[in-house]
């Protein structure tokens, strides 16, 4: 079988103090003006006058816009308003330092500086035609990849539904992953947003758009992810595991924007739509039902994965070394005090799987991608699983 595939990436700026490359790189692009969107928490630590000073050593103008956010994704008014601060000022480049969403905001924000409309305009695949202002991303957690990929994820305010722009316009033009920027992370962050990277990596593994470049580094930041997940959430100061968790966080980045999600991203959307709940336990709630749910389609991957995952397979026949991945899976999760099945993150309304089944059915971009061919009533079924109580199967 002879693929063919393109491999799209920013310059990346990895390591512990690459924070200081940011004056440097930004002068790279031609600017001497910069809008650094970020968040209220970041505006308050030293993370912002780190950013900051290395602006200054380069003599960049700058201004900062603070964005509050009131849900666990954006609303889509936020990139606009953003935009709207961007555009008055002026600004040649706009940064975004801060978590997922608040990069997130930052793409969508230069985007909407050369093309038209609101930010629901774009939702979908490949509807931003034009690049934006050049963009430098400074993720201060690890989980989302938001650093290295073309997605936006918003709440749409208009039918309180998460959507995607996934464009590669909005790919920016550098990320700078500096590992130090996420000491002191709380748990439960640490725990939500590092499995949100662990299933980045995973997801587009056992998809149908898997190619040998995402396959490589996808099964060693799951490996990475996999060990180092645990310390990190033991421990905010512990600085080899938060180097290992930005470096598995960003790699499982590069394989979200060149494979993608699917079948899990597509069905916590409407739960995160509807209950609020942060974007990583939504995909923990239904994470084992779903992957449960393909192992017929690629029971030799599942092997792979439980292997990278740290298990012995030795001996195992394929269906029994497909359930020691899911048992696998089941004990990451719970040794970080995730949910494993829906009831555990408090949802508990099981009449919502015939009203979710539909909506994410029809979230056609992440499902067409989907190893098994799943209809309606199938995506019910795997509701229900989730609803359903889990234990361990060891
Ligand atoms: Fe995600």
């Known amino acids: 079988m002879f693929q063919s595939f393109p491999f799209n990436t920013p310059l990346i700026q990895f390591g512990f103090d690459t924070i200081k490359q940011l004056g440097p790189e930004v002068?790279?692009?031609?600017?001497?003006?910069?809008?650094?969107?970020?968040?209220?928490?970041?505006?308050?630590?030293?993370?912002?006058?780190?950013?900051?000073?290395?602006?200054?050593?380069r003599s960049i103008d700058f201004d900062v816009n603070i964005q509050g956010?009131?849900?666990?994704?954006?609303?889509?008014?936020?990139?606009?308003?953003?935009?709207?601060?961007?555009?008055?000022?002026?600004f040649e480049v706009i940064i975004g330092l801060?978590?997922?969403?608040?990069?997130?905001?930052?793409?969508?924000?230069?985007a909407l500086l050369t093309n038209p409309g609101k930010t629901r305009d774009y939702f979908g695949k490949e509807k931003v035609t034009k690049r934006?202002?050049?963009?430098v991303m400074i993720p201060t957690t690890s989980g989302t990849g938001a650093e290295v990929t073309k997605h936006a994820i918003f709440l749409d305010t208009e039918t309180?539904?998460?959507?995607?722009?996934?464009?590669?316009?909005?790919?920016?033009?550098?990320?700078?992953?500096?590992?130090?920027?996420?000491?002191?992370?709380?748990?439960?962050?640490?725990?939500?947003?590092?499995?949100?990277?662990?299933?980045?990596?995973?997801?587009?593994?056992?998809?149908?758009?898997?190619?040998?470049v995402t396959d490589a580094i996808g099964l060693e930041a799951i490996r990475i992810i996999t060990r180092w997940l645990g310390p990190a959430f033991a421990d905010g100061e512990d600085l080899e595991a938060r180097y290992y968790m930005s470096l598995g966080s960003m790699m499982s980045g590069l394989v979200l924007n060149n494979s993608g999600t699917s079948l899990v991203h597509?069905?916590?959307?409407?739960?995160?739509?509807?209950?609020?709940?942060?974007?990583?336990?939504?995909?923990?709630?239904?994470?084992?039902?779903?992957f449960e749910s393909i192992i017929v389609a690629k029971p030799e991957r599942?092997?792979?994965?439980?292997?990278?995952?740290?298990?012995?397979?030795?001996?195992?026949?394929?269906?029994?070394?497909?359930?020691?991945?899911?048992?696998?899976?089941?004990?990451?999760?719970?040794?970080?005090?995730?949910?494993v099945c829906l009831p555990d993150a408090g949802i508990t309304d099981e009449s919502k799987a015939a009203k979710w089944a539909p909506d994410a059915h029809a979230e056609r971009r992440l499902l067409t991608r989907c190893v098994r061919n799943l209809s309606v009533s199938d995506i019910e079924e795997i509701y229900r699983n989730a609803f359903k109580p889990r234990e361990c199967m060891c």
């Open 27 to 57: 002068e790279k692009l031609g600017s001497k003006r910069a809008l650094v969107i970020t968040g209220p928490t970041i505006a308050k630590s030293d993370i912002l006058e780190k950013a900051t000073a290395s602006l200054k050593s």
């Open 69 to 90: 956010r009131d849900t666990p994704e954006p609303g889509t008014h936020i990139a606009e308003e953003s935009s709207r601060i961007a555009k008055e000022g002026n």
């Open 98 to 110: 801060g978590g997922g969403s608040i990069l997130d905001v930052a793409k969508m924000a230069s």
């Open 132 to 135: 934006g202002r050049p963009t």
């Open 160 to 212: 309180h539904v998460k959507k995607a722009v996934a464009s590669n316009a909005l790919l920016p033009n550098v990320a700078i992953v500096d590992p130090s920027l996420s000491v002191g992370c709380p748990p439960a962050v640490t725990a939500s947003s590092g499995i949100d990277a662990w299933i980045h990596a995973a997801e587009p593994y056992m998809s149908k758009n898997a190619n040998p």
């Open 266 to 290: 597509a069905m916590a959307y409407p739960i995160g739509g509807e209950y609020h709940v942060p974007h990583g336990v939504s995909l923990c709630g239904i994470l084992i039902a779903c």
């Open 302 to 339: 599942f092997a792979r994965l439980a292997e990278a995952m740290g298990e012995n397979i030795e001996g195992l026949s394929l269906r029994e070394a497909s359930e020691v991945a899911l048992d696998a899976m089941y004990h990451l999760l719970r040794s970080v005090r995730l949910p």
